[in-house]
């Protein structure tokens, strides 16, 4: 499932406050033509200058292709990016993107769960058309602090009306999670994204019941198991005829940039699958927040920003 890559350099056609610390803003060429199609729960990398560079969800519509709208929360106290976007980026400025990729695809089902927390309401919002437009019967649970904070939460409810189940937490209190998903068919798909604490709950109560697992979108890392000192290995690159050793203080990708492997990365921490690489030999331990329980088994590839080797030697498609 390696990604296809492209850099697009666009412009801001539109910016608009959405909720409370959310503006939405809306790209495009600055010629006006057409962009790569995407599918819902798509992310774009926003690379955003002196390195930076950060994951948003595709928030419009496929079918408009000559535009794409990500939303973004101010995030005061994070690494940067969300408040470089909301103060630099205005209608006229450039931008230069990468991607669409997808991560967090919707799966044909008779029925789904949405469950979005915050301005984890992005990927889903195509989603919902998409499910909506296939006839599926679906529900969307959507919590946050309060309502002024809940981007897209009017438009939604009067677009879907009782399929949208908006639940600020100041005057709802904590959503019944569990009653949600009890009540849900077995060929039922729960599609979840939002803050860390809510993701777990989704999953935890899946794994508890025996449920499918939901399939969930990270922007932030899943919690790390505790694991013991790691170990150097033996990399070998298949394509370029390489052999190097990861030594135990230096993760797969910073091996191969010291070696002068070119390799795309963005976000280093095992969320945003740009580092994805094949491998064609050797057990990957899995550390990225990504890969489902049987990508992890099958190990046909791995983000070599966080992962590393369960054995002696990994061979990578590179
Ligand atoms: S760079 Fe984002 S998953 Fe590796």
Known sequence: MTAPERTLDLVVTARREEAEGVVSLTLARPDGGPLPDWTPGAHLDLLLGDGLERQYSLCGDPAEGAAWTVAVLREPGGRGGSVRVHDALRPGTGVRVRGPRNHFALLPAPQYLFVAGGVGITPLVPMLAAAEAAGADWTLLYVGRSRATMAFAGELAERYGPRVLLRPRDEHGRPDL??????????????????????????????????????????????????????????????????????????????????????????????????ETDVLEGRPEHRDSLLTEAERAESASMMVCVSRCLGERLVLDL
Not at 224 to 248: E, H, K, Q, W
């Open 178 to 275: 569990a009653a949600h998903l009890d009540a849900l068919g077995e060929r039922a798909e729960v599609y979840c994204c939002g803050p860390r604490p809510l993701l777990e709950a989704v999953e935890q109560h899946c794994e508890r019941t025996g449920r499918p697992p939901a399939r969930v979108e990270r922007f932030q890392p899943r919690e790390a198991a505790a694991a013991g000192a790691d170990r150097p290995f033996t990399l070998v690159l298949a394509r370029s005829g390489l052999t190097l050793t990861v030594p135990a203080d230096a993760s797969v990708l910073q091996t191969l940039r010291g070696a002068g492997v070119d390799v795309l990365y963005s976000c280093e921490q095992g969320t945003c699958g740009t580092c």
